[in-house]
């Protein structure tokens, strides 16, 4: 038995600890916001927080979370009221929107470590992050309009 | 994600007057809008196939396009809202059930595909939402006993004279009662009050908490997952398999053969991909077994020596350049390129003694349900689709064989539980539908004045229409149109002009993808003529202007784009720009790239694309599509291609067939050219120019020419 919380609930699972934490997430939770694109950390569609850190669920096995905490897109704000959603939201990011919630978690660490992140900061957090759509400008105008809502008070 | 949160009553309600009876458990695009308001709704007015009004107020727009990315699901319910004067807070939007009424009105079938969901629902939609409107003021002028023609109508609601009031939930029951109009008039665009503006996409929400249903998040109750191992190579056929081993393993519940390899069934994802790698399959890999790209290529190039099937011909382009004063010829080259949505392709289906509910993200619902059908022993009225959001399309989702759809029947028909059929991305990359690679030899001259005498195009590659249901569209031609589109146009005054066309008799499944042929005509013909300007020792941007006399359209988005770019001004020291113009799916694009190249390392820093669409619906779409096309077209410029070595491909996932990435996405800027011609595309037309555009600049950067994709510096000339 597998125990470890998951947007602040506590999951208690029989599961092959081998199992990737994705398919955990997914198949046995229900939490499809996190999405499977590559299955070998190469597209970061997959991207939650352990212990706050993001990590390539596709390739964590669900050992890895025991006793820990995870975050998933669905445990990034309640109400679509994080500063980077509200920033999706403002400079209208998604197109086709399967890589989003990879896109928000990885930048969520971001933020959290540089709350005034440079291009490059960007460019370094965020480059594990494929959007096929092309979202990438709008991405990076949005991290940009987020960290000047934080430092104006704004965040929730 | 088991709950359904459409109210179950009011989906039957409206999926019986639409033809299927279904049952969903889980909430399709849309539906999360309204979760707690949606409750309390009680559908009263559909006046035709595209809208519902509530008592509640709720207008919810059905969408006969799927979404891909492309934001059909905000420009469609625009086109209605304009019309209807709705109060843009209260629309909402569902996915049409699959169903002769959402027709493409041009195709005939149920279809999102060439960039033309805009301009094709652009009198649909608005005529919808003009009907209804009609009827609601009916309902108002009946319940105050006025003359209707009193009557005006502003966010969602009737209004008389002395600004009396009734909302359109107000009168949703007495308008349901009345007849829908013959004729409806519709707005001068002048009065628009949506259409035209950067209105947000009613779908980001639902895209930015996890909410978004797309085919993989699926799940039925007692739903099975299955994977398919799939021949190695193309032709393949299965002498045998031994599952052994697999059939024992946890989770484990089925595995048998399918027509397109052995399924293997499992309780979850995890286990059903463990237990196929456990499985051992015999393959007959003979037909294809020797097949590699650069044989291939380098017998495309013999066939490009011999004159080719003629597709269009003006003067005598072979004497032409017999005779000019100067001459260049070049072969470009294309690879085979797989679409690489970010999701997978995967299909769920439920399938019963009398009915076949699917579940799937697919651009094709007409040609799937026919298919599923067949497969299915049922009329294909038994069969429902039922549209999610599609994570990527870009035309791998529009297959004539329905090939991801079929299987799955397949697999539903072996599985005897509802079964979602899930592919890995390697699954994903290896199983064909490509944009075919292709050679383009051209041969082109000036005159003593440096002005272009001939240019003889020859082409060689496979075709995407042959053997399929849409080899019609050939008919009378020796040649397939969607090989030379973006060629046989060639809109440059050149007085000896040929095309000319050559068959390849290659196995590899090929397919339409995002811009189709345009994807590499753009790239041979505004290379070329930029070789012919640079050989007349002009300006690539003069050059080109001086031979589109006759084609205003292409010009203002040259002008457009050679402006804003700055073209001709000063640059940083080793930065050079390219340009490109090109005509596709009805809209014009030029672009403009800036790039660097240190150490035989491109950096694209810039590119400016203009774009004239006609009159279009929301410019922030055409914005994002245009900045979207440019980093497709760009990753395939500088990154992608798909190769073949004894019959396998050498490709496998993102690792060795690369994405732009973000610390690589250049700066996009985006202008569009304002005027009131018919509507054109958006999805397509911004991906052509990209890669001439950035060749055009390696050149301007290193005196190298760049004549294959993708650009590497070692193989320019």
């Known amino acids: 038995m597998l125990s470890f919380i998951v947007n602040k609930q506590r999951v208690n699972l029989d ?84 890589c989003q919630s990879g896109q928000l978690m990885s930048a969520a660490v971001l933020l959290r470590e540089k709350p005034q992140p440079t291009d490059e900061n960007i460019d370094e957090a965020m480059t594990g992050n494929i959007c096929r759509c092309g979202t990438y400008p709008r991405i990076r105008k949005a991290i940009h309009r987020a960290a000047g809502m934080m430092t104006k008070g704004e965040a929730r | ?109 149920q279809i999102t595909g060439g960039s033309s969901s805009v301009w094709s629902a ?26 209707p023609a009193t009557l005006r109508t502003d966010s969602g609601a009737v209004f008389d004279g002395t600004n009396r009031k009734l909302t359109y939930g107000q009168l949703a029951e007495a308008a349901a009662k009345l007849t829908p109009p013959a004729e409806v008039t519709l707005k001068d665009p002048k009065t628009f009050k949506l259409i035209g503006k950067p209105v947000k996409r009613l779908d980001t929400s639902e895209k930015i908490n996890g909410k978004a249903v797309f085919g993989l998040d699926v799940k039925m109750p007692g739903m099975l997952t299955a994977v398919v191992a799939r021949p190695p190579i193309f032709g393949a056929t299965m002498k045998s398999f031994d599952d052994s081993r697999a059939r024992t393993m946890p989770g484990v519940r089925k595995i048998a053969a399918v027509p397109s390899g052995v399924a293997v069934i499992a309780d979850s994802f995890w ?92 651009q094709f619902q007409t040609v799937d349900r026919a298919n599923a059908a067949k497969i299915a022993g049922l009329p294909p009225e038994r069969v429902q689709i039922h549209t999610t959001y599609l994570g990527g399309g870009f035309g791998r989702r529009a297959n004539p064989q329905s090939d991801f759809v079929v299987e799955a029947v397949h697999v539903a028909k072996v599985a005897g539980a509802p079964v979602k059929v899930v592919w890995t991305r390697e699954d994903d990359m290896q199983g064909g539908w490509y944009r075919p690679a292709f050679l383009h030899a051209i041969a082109g001259s000036i005159d003593s004045n440096g002005n272009p005498v001939s240019w003889r195009s020859r082409l060689v590659g496979q075709s995407i ?36 066309s050559h068959k390849a008799d290659v196995k590899v499944p090929v397919q339409w993808w995002r811009s189709v042929g345009h994807s590499h005509t753009g790239f041979a013909t505004e290379c070329f003529i930029d070789e012919l300007a640079v050989l007349a020792q002009k300006d690539p941007y003069q050059f080109r202007r001086a031979l589109l006399p006759k084609h205003p359209r292409h010009l203002a988005v040259l002008d457009l784009a050679a402006q804003k770019a700055g073209w001709g001004k000063p640059l940083p020291k080793g930065r050079a720009r390219g340009i490109a113009v090109h005509f596709a799916f009805e809209s014009y694009n030029a672009q403009v790239a800036e790039v660097s190249v240190d150490d035989g390392k491109i950096r694209v820093h810039r590119i400016v694309s203009a774009v004239d669409c006609g009159r279009y619906v929301n410019p922030g779409i055409i914005a994002a599509q245009l900045e979207g096309g440019a980093i497709f077209g760009a990753s395939a410029a500088l990154f992608q291609e798909f190769t073949f070595e004894n019959g396998r491909l050498q490709q496998t996932n993102f690792h060795t067939f690369p994405m732009m990435r973000m610390n690589e996405c250049p700066e996009i800027e985006t202008h569009i050219v304002e005027n009131n011609e018919k509507s054109g595309g958006i999805g397509e037309p911004g991906v052509p120019c990209t890669a001439p555009a950035i060749a055009n600049a390696v050149f301007a950067a290193t005196g190298k020419r760049i004549r294959k994709l993708p650009i590497r510096m070692t193989e320019a000339v």
């Not at chain 2, 650069?294 to 005779?323: C, H, I, L, W, Y």
């Not at chain 2, 569209?473 to 000896?496: F, T």
């Open chain 2, 1 to 109: 994600m088991s709950a359904p949160r459409i109210e179950r009553r009011e989906f039957l309600k409206f999926s019986l007057a639409a033809g299927g009876g279904l049952l969903i458990g889980f909430s399709l695009p849309g539906a999360d809008m309204f979760a707690t308001a949606q409750a309390q709704s009680t559908t009263v007015f559909m006046p035709n196939a595209f809208l519902r009004i509530g008592t509640d107020d709720r207008v919810t727009v059905i969408v006969n396009h799927s979404e891909m990315g492309q934001g059909v699901y905000t420009a469609l319910p625009m086109l209605l809202a304009e019309e209807l004067d709705a109060d843009w807070n209260k629309i909402g939007f569902e996915s049409a059930p699959v169903d002769p009424k959402y027709n493409h009105p041009v195709f005939g079938m």
């Open chain 2, 465 to 500: 229409f042959a053997g399929t249901m849409f080899e019609a569209m050939m008919k009378g031609k020796e040649y397939d149109p969607a090989s030379v589109e973006g060629v046989d146009d060639l809109p440059y005054a050149i007085p000896n002009l040929a095309v000319e």
């Open chain 2, 271 to 362: 286990q059903a991909k463990m237990a196929r790698e456990a499985l051992h399959v015999d393959w007959d890999d003979s037909a294809m077994r020797t097949f590699s790209t650069n044989q291939m290529m380098q017998q495309f190039r013999e066939q490009a020596k011999s004159p080719g099937t003629n597709v269009r011909r003006e003067g005598d382009p072979d004497a032409a350049f017999a005779q000019a004063a100067k001459k260049i010829e070049a072969v470009y080259e294309v690879p085979y390129l797989p679409h690489a949505m970010m999701e997978p392709l995967n299909c769920a289906v439920d399938l019963r003694a009398d009915t076949c509910e699917i579940w799937t993200g697919t």
């Open chain 2, 122 to 147: 652009f009198e649909q939609y608005r005529k919808a939402g003009a009907a209804a409107r009609g009827m609601l003021i009916a309902a108002a002028a009946q319940q105050w006993n006025v003359n």
């Open chain 1, 15 to 98: 599961v092959d600890p081998s199992t990737p934490l994705l398919w955990v997430l997914r198949e046995n939770l229900g939490l499809t916001g996190t999405k499977y694109g590559c299955g070998m950390a190469q597209c970061g569609a997959c991207t939650v927080h352990l212990n706050g850190e993001a990590v390539r669920s596709c390739v964590a096995p669900v050992s890895r979370a025991a006793g820990k905490e995870v975050t998933t897109i669905e445990g990034l704000s309640p109400d679509l009221s994080h500063p980077l959603q509200r920033a999706w939201i403002a400079e209208d990011v998604p197109q086709c929107g399967y």
